[in-house]
């Protein structure tokens, strides 16, 4: 059991730099009244160490972006889970991390989020070292969609915005809510954006379902408009039509942007433009799906595999 001020770290470090979709203040009572989120984000980031977000540094601005790795690797520890990774990431590209767990494709994406510093080698946002930028700033241009979509008990405004304070433009809102394909069930909604949710049983709130959850979620990235995005899996209990419509939301909401997908169903991959089969830490097969599969190596073993099963 942690205890409240390890707690407070974490969940103030949590929210005001790594969910990059929320703009939470500082304040612990604002922080504890979103708990549930915050629990959930834990579990996801598995968060330890922190690199402050009031570090000082460049703001890296908006001009054409690419992402490179550079001998990057990374220990907790003693034991190496990155290993002299040398990798580019082109602005507009999509990138699908696959790999057995364990293979270090969340460790990946801390470091790209700078959440920890590489031990060895560095990383350039834009021809310059990341850690030459303010996090705060850098990590401004990141937005991540976590597989396990959550909501929270507040309005649907604010679960599109994640938070609880400033003012946002309705209109941009909605236009967030509609691209993610809640239009509709918006129009149904006798408080619109103000509608209450909840997780759990209450009459005056509105339970979504699995799949507008999902929605919601999704028109998250939408309104942050990041040009980095993050997918955490996007496999479900969706029924194949809720599916196949999520799939599209998140194909238009990755438009335009260098877009990583983590991953252990190939099928949802294949599309990528490059994809990175990582193990122990080391790249093992890269290359796009056809090259992949021409290669007959071991991701077209993996791809082999779960097609049967698809098929069986
Ligand atoms: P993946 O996302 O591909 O499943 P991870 O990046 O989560 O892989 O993990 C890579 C390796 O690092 C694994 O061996 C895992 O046990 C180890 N690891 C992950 N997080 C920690 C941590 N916080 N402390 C120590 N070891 C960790």
């Known amino acids: 059991m942690k205890?409240?001020?390890?707690?407070a770290v974490i969940t103030?470090?949590?929210?005001?730099?790594?969910?990059?979709?929320?703009?939470?203040?500082?304040s612990l009572t604002s922080l504890?009244?979103?708990?549930?989120?915050?629990?959930?984000?834990?579990?996801?980031?598995?968060?330890?160490?922190k690199i402050p977000e009031d570090?000082?540094?460049?703001d890296p601005g908006t001009q054409i972006?690419?992402?490179?790795?550079?001998?990057?690797?990374?220990?907790?520890?003693d034991k190496e889970v990155l290993s002299h990774l040398n990798m580019e990431f082109r602005e507009g590209c999509t990138y699908a991390l696959v790999g057995h767990n364990g293979a270090g494709k969340t460790t990946l994406i801390k470091l790209l989020m700078r959440l920890y510093d590489p031990t060895g080698g560095s990383i350039a946002y834009h021809g310059k070292d990341i850690r030459e930028y303010s996090p705060a700033e850098y990590r401004k241009h990141i937005a991540v969609v976590f597989q396990?979509?959550?909501?929270?008990?507040?309005?649907?405004?604010?679960?599109?915005?994640?938070d609880d304070g400033e003012t946002h433009p309705e209109?941009?809102?909605?236009?967030?809510?509609?691209?993610?394909?809640?239009?509709?069930?918006?129009?149904?909604?006798?408080?619109?954006?103000?509608?209450q949710v909840t997780?759990?049983?209450?009459?005056?709130?509105?339970n979504f379902s699995g799949g507008e959850s999902q929605k919601v979620a999704i028109s998250r990235a939408f309104y942050k408009d990041s040009d980095i995005l993050i997918m955490d899996e996007p496999s479900s209990a969706l029924d194949p039509i809720a599916e196949y419509e999520l799939n599209k939301a998140m194909e238009s909401a990755a438009k335009g942007k260098t877009v990583f997908y983590i991953s252990h169903r190939l099928s949802t991959m294949r599309d990528a433009d490059r994809i990175i089969l990582l193990e122990n830490g080391r790249i093992a097969e890269e290359g796009t799906h056809a090259e992949l599969l021409a290669k007959n190596g071991k991701y077209a073993g993996m791809w082999y595999v779960q097609a049967g099963r698809y098929e069986g």
């Open 3 to 7: 205890s409240l001020a390890q707690l």
């Open 12 to 26: 103030s470090m949590m929210v005001s730099t790594t969910w990059i979709l929320i703009g939470f203040t500082d």
């Open 32 to 49: 504890f009244k979103n708990g549930l989120f915050i629990e959930y984000l834990r579990t996801f980031l598995d968060y330890e160490e």
């Open 55 to 58: 570090t000082e540094g460049l």
């Open 65 to 77: 972006r690419s992402i490179e790795f550079k001998d990057v690797s990374f220990s907790y520890k």
């Open 148 to 162: 396990d979509y959550q909501m929270y008990g507040a309005s649907l405004k604010e679960n599109v915005v994640m």
């Open 171 to 195: 209109d941009r809102i909605i236009a967030a809510l509609k691209k993610a394909g809640f239009g509709e069930r918006l129009k149904t909604l006798e408080k619109g954006l103000d509608s």
């Open 199 to 206: 997780t759990e049983f209450d009459r005056e709130c509105i």
